[in-house]
């Protein structure tokens, strides 16, 4: 073929290819609004402001009152984290994520549970204590300058800014075998998994160059432990990926331990000026994947944003004229892949698996095509009565639906650019070359026509023990029939068929997989959940399933409240 004539095909396949990737932006730009219609409206939803309430904690252990049977191996305790206070004096907080962290623990043994809770002892909370008003800035809340200062200096603290929070409420977290309560910023604490005593502060900065941290770390088969953190200056805005090596604490110390802990990557944001928002991110046997997502972090905004008296929340943008990319590491190596992974703009919070299959990785997670759902969560939201403007605002929202994508991992300069690259035969996703290092992705979508019925799903979980980066067939998650999860949910990827739990008038934690002894299939144990309801005061309840069949084992009744949480682990004793 002359040179004239490969010009004239490589034309053609440019424009084949501009087409084919503005068919997929319009599709994208499509499926929220497909997800909304598919899902049914909404009509009488109850109010759930009882769920965004403060409560007292309960530092000492009380009793459960158990019906049904609690299996007796079940041996251990069953740790939450989540806002529970909601204001300081005469000031509230704004969003749902501000509310100070309080511990849940129902430890379980031999049948019997006892529940207890303590909120923790951060600087913030000790601060906001003291003053009795609101003087640390959170996620959607921005302190006011103390009143008893002249007007001068009120004006001047508008230019300084804010110290990160360590409101720590968003998960527990493990590092080298002792327990931490995380949130987002570079700050974590320090817990004592038994008591919920708050021990000392860890501020990530100084052990690595990172300015802020995940709450949802993952955790290899050797024990060592993976993040992902910030990091910028004068080179840029970074994405760094975080190693804590194996525990080798030595015997009697009570102190947190970071030693050996480094940055295993550097991944340059796309745009220094706008970088990515992320919550979560993906971990195979040998790869770590970062996703970086069209919610934006406007650095422009974030320097202006103390003078212009507006909340962090303020800073982030949902901009779908960005790609979403999969930045594909090495784990072991730290080597980044010279591929670059993209696919029509989507959002993710929380991934539910990712593992290797003969040269490919699938990654599977919750995504949704509106990231300003994120700001939707304040508590004039969640507190809205029942009636037409509650129902409106929730039928306005997208749904999170679960997805696969898969990359092929042997793409070359040789690799075609007129195929699906995806050979897998149980995968309905696509990967397409669309030019030197590029690889477009489409998702599979992971579930069938029922689970609109229940609103969508978000919070997942596998049993992490066992299959967490290898291939697996079952997940567990919350279906989102109100603005709160009202539904538990097993999902079936073989058969994409799905079991639930749902009552009316109750509102699900995230489920907890907890494997029974010498398990010898998937689901054999049980889920664990904390059931609230907003219609009867002090009528809360562990509720424990038969993970196989997902029918009712036991429940242990509690007579406290319990505002609605984020994310929670099982703390199996010997």
């Not at 090495?330 to 593992?355: D, W």
């Amino acid at each position: 073929m002359g040179r004239q004539g490969s010009l004239v095909v490589r034309a053609q396949l440019y424009k084949f290819w501009i087409c084919d990737i503005r068919k997929l932006e319009h599709l994208s730009s499509l499926s929220m609004e497909a997800s909304k219609k598919k899902c049914p409206l909404a009509m009488g939803l109850e109010d759930i402001a009882p769920l965004v309430r403060t409560v007292e904690e309960i530092p000492e252990p009380i009793t459960t009152v158990i019906k049904g049977n609690i299996p007796s191996w079940i041996n251990g305790s069953f740790l939450r984290n989540g806002p529970g206070k909601f204001e300081f004096g005469k000031d509230n907080f704004n969003h749902w994520f501000d509310g100070m962290a309080l511990m849940h623990r129902f430890y379980i043994h031999d049948g019997e549970v006892t529940y207890s809770s303590r909120f923790l002892r951060s600087d913030s909370y000790m601060r906001n204590s003291e003053k009795d008003r609101i003087v640390v800035c959170e996620f959607g809340t921005m302190a006011m300058p103390d009143p008893c200062k002249n007007f001068f200096s009120r004006f001047l603290s508008r230019f300084k800014i804010p110290k990160a929070t360590d409101n720590a409420s968003v998960n527990f977290v493990k590092y080298k075998g002792d327990y931490y309560v995380s949130t987002e910023t570079n700050y974590m604490r320090r817990v004592d998994p038994q008591s919920l005593e708050t021990k000392e502060k860890v501020d990530w900065s100084e052990y690595i160059a990172v300015n802020s941290a995940t709450a949802h770390p993952h955790y290899d088969r050797e024990g060592a432990s993976y993040n992902m953190g910030n990091s910028y200056g004068k080179g840029g805005f970074f994405y760094n990926i975080i190693r804590v090596p194996p525990p080798e604490k030595v015997a009697g110390e009570d102190k947190a331990d970071f030693s050996g802990a480094q940055v295993l990557c550097s991944i340059p944001a796309s745009d220094s000026r706008k970088p990515s928002y992320y919550h979560s991110f993906a971990m195979s046997e040998n790869y770590v994947v970062f996703i970086e997502q069209p919610i934006k972090l406007d650095l422009l905004k974030f320097m202006l944003f103390r003078i212009q008296g507006k909340s962090f929340d303020k800073v982030m943008t949902w901009e779908p004229q960005y790609d979403t990319i999969f930045h594909v590491v090495h784990r072991h190596t730290g080597e980044q892949s010279k591929v670059k992974y993209s696919a029509p703009p989507m959002f993710t919070l929380h991934q539910i698996n990712a593992y290797e299959d003969k040269g490919f990785l699938v990654m599977d997670m919750c995504c949704g095509d509106d990231g300003d759902v994120i700001g939707d969560f304040t508590l004039e939201n969640l507190r809205r009565g029942p009636g037409e403007e509650m129902d409106k605002f929730y039928n306005s929202m997208c749904r999170n639906l679960p997805r696969r994508y898969v990359l092929p991992l042997t793409v070359t300069d040789d690799t075609p650019s007129d195929q699906n690259l995806v050979t897998l035969p149980f995968c309905q996703a696509t990967a397409v070359k669309t030019g030197c290092g590029k690889v477009l992705c489409t998702h599979e979508e992971l579930y069938d026509e029922e689970l609109f019925q229940y609103g969508g799903l978000e919070f997942p979980q596998i049993n992490y023990a066992h299959y967490n980066a290898r291939p697996y067939r079952y997940y567990y998650a919350c279906g989102f029939g109100h603005l709160f999860s009202d539904s538990l949910l097993k999902m079936d990827l073989e058969t994409k068929k799905l079991k639930a739990w749902r009552h009316p008038g109750l509102f699900p934690s995230e489920p907890v997989f907890v494997p029974a002894p010498n398990a010898t299939e998937e689901d054999d144990g049980v889920v664990m959940s904390i059931i609230i309801t907003p219609r009867t005061e002090k009528s809360t309840f562990l509720l424990v399933l038969d993970a196989k069949t997902f029918t009712e084992l036991g429940r242990a009744e509690v007579p406290v409240n319990i505002p609605f949480g984020t994310h929670g682990v099982f703390n199996e004793m010997q």
